[in-house]
């Protein structure tokens, strides 16, 4: 890709603004070249992956790296790039790969490493709860309790329905696309999220 | 609308994904065991709501940008690189190398076999000469050790 010859970062043609234009037809103009299309799609999926490696990984240095990850991969694959299925789809594919085997190659220091919710990342200098002021010193602890309650039930779930639920839950994908991404039938996906709201229904019912 | 039905709509409709259409809504209003299932899955979906995380950091973009230009900077992997990624390729040369190996090994004895004929050809005191019946006699110089051993050491300096 000439660097030189694009558009500078940010400034995006406004053709491409246009809504009938697809993200897998910008992402063909990235395999062209076009480095102001590849800046779109990271403006444009940063918070979405940001949020998906967020819960799916334990800390929040750890979730940024892999969202970064995923970006670099969508752009060497530039070239190899077919528009054979939704952009969002092959998207997805690369995160999940690289959250599982994240968390495959991290297993082992599970036990050991202790999430804290609260407590600043040293490289990202971000929490993975959501401060709100609102709350007193009570209501916080409760609230705090709650969160790390919901995280280690979905993250005790087995892995597939682990990305099912993130992906149906918290990026509001549908069954069709999170069948693509976990290579599954739609019906399978189906009984797979089914089973896995189940176990959290029965798992958290103390709390609702 | 049977209740297997329902209950694979049941996530996406509880999540508020999608609206229950008239049927479902009718079976709602008609099973009670779906309606109960429904309304613990809505109360549980709401719970999960609480589940929020932060935005990226302010460095995300900046460490982005960063890697994006390392990335552009590594210089294009030349055609014979980008071949070699192929997977059929790549597994093709490797057999044809891994063949090329083999009859490589497998044509060593003959090679050897061909040595009696150079040493033949070599006249004794030469150079030549000499270092064939250095490595002809390879093996009794590398046990020199053992024959030290077994005492033999004045034979030899008796008759070089």
């Given at each position: ?15 491409l603004?246009?809504?009938s ?9 990235v ?13 444009k999926?940063?918070?979405?992956i ?7 990984a ?7 790296d ?30 999940t790969?690289?959250?599982v085997n994240?968390?495959?190659?991290t297993?082992?220091?599970?036990p ?26 009570e ?17 005790a ?26 290579k599954?039938s739609e ?6 999220l ?12 103390e709390?609702? | ?7 694979e ?15 479902e ?7 009670i065991s ?9 109360e ?18 900046v460490?982005?940008?960063a ?10 992997a030349?055609?014979?690189m980008?071949?070699?990624?192929q997977p ?8 044809i ?18 040595q ?10 030469s150079?030549?000469?000499?270092l064939?019946?250095?490595?002809n ?12 051993d077994m ?8 008759n070089?």
């Amino acid at each position: 890709m000439g660097a030189s010859s694009s558009p500078a970062p940010g400034v995006f043609s406004p053709m491409l603004t246009d809504g009938s234009v697809s993200d897998a037809e910008i992402m063909l103009r990235v395999k062209t070249g076009d480095q102001s299309a590849f800046e779109y799609l990271v403006q444009k999926y940063r918070r979405p992956i940001v949020s998906f490696m967020y819960r799916m990984a334990r800390n929040a240095a750890a979730a940024e790296d892999l969202a970064q990850e995923v970006f670099l991969r969508v752009y060497r694959s530039r070239e190899s790039y077919e528009a054979t299925a939704k952009f969002t789809t092959w998207l997805y594919r690369i995160a999940t790969n690289l959250a599982v085997n994240h968390a495959r190659d991290t297993r082992h220091e599970r036990p050991e490493v202790q999430v804290s919710l609260d407590e600043p990342d040293e490289d990202t200098g971000t929490t993975l709860e959501v401060p709100d002021s609102s709350l007193n010193a009570e209501q916080a602890i409760v609230r705090r309790e709650r969160m790390m309650a919901i995280r280690q039930k979905v993250e005790a779930l087995p892995e597939q329905q682990r990305l099912a639920v993130i992906m149906h839950k918290y990026q509001q994908m549908d069954y069709k696309q999170i069948s693509e991404v976990l290579k599954k039938s739609e019906s399978a996906t189906k009984s797979l999220l089914f089973r896995a709201y189940e176990t959290l229904r029965e798992q958290l019912k103390e709390f609702v | 609308m049977k209740c297997e039905q329902l209950r694979e709509r049941m996530p996406d409709v509880a999540a508020g994904l999608s609206e229950a259409t008239a049927a479902e809504s009718s079976h709602l209003a008609s099973c009670i065991s779906c309606a109960e299932q429904f309304k613990a899955m809505q109360e549980t979906m709401a719970l999960l709501d609480e589940w929020q995380v932060p935005e990226p950091s302010p460095y995300f973009d900046v460490r982005l940008q960063a890697r994006l230009r390392e990335e552009m900077a590594k210089p294009q992997a030349g055609w014979a690189m980008r071949w070699f990624r192929q997977p059929v390729i790549a597994a093709a040369l490797t057999v044809i190398i891994g063949i090329g190996v083999g009859l490589f090994f497998s044509q060593g004895p003959r090679i050897h076999n061909s040595q009696p004929m150079l040493a033949q050809n070599a006249d004794p005191g030469s150079a030549v000469g000499d270092l064939q019946t250095l490595d002809n006699n390879h093996d009794l110089y590398a046990n020199f050790d053992l024959l030290d051993d077994m005492d033999l050491q004045q034979d030899v300096t008796a008759n070089p």
